[in-house]
């Protein structure tokens, strides 16, 4: 299983791998210092975007486990499945 966080800025998402522990300490740096411009990096490849965080600015984060996306099915055996003569 994987971790995923998901940032929401003035209700906008963004979807980042593990850690954010530093992308955190640079969010909060920027807000103290009365705003300032913060990288925020993509979940896969890329640049990522620049997002400028001032205080008062709505920031949320959340943090999901993302698991295999086809679980595997537990079927009953053919000999346990009801006949009912449809």
Do not use: C, H
């Not at 994987?2 to 940032?7: E, F, G, P, T």
């Not at 003035?10 to 705003?35: M, N, S």
């Not at 990096?41 to 295999?68: A, N």
């Amino acid at each position: 299983m994987a971790i995923v966080n998901r940032l929401t800025v003035d209700g906008r998402d963004y979807f980042l791998p593990d850690p954010v522990t530093e992308l955190k300490g640079k969010i909060l740096e920027a807000i103290k210092a009365g705003g300032g411009y913060v990288n925020v990096p993509p979940l896969r490849g890329g640049p990522g975007v620049d997002i400028l965080f001032s205080p008062g600015m709505p920031v949320t984060w959340s943090q999901f486990e993302v698991g295999d996306s086809n679980p595997p099915v537990d079927e009953p055996p053919l000999d346990d499945v009801a006949d009912y003569e449809l």
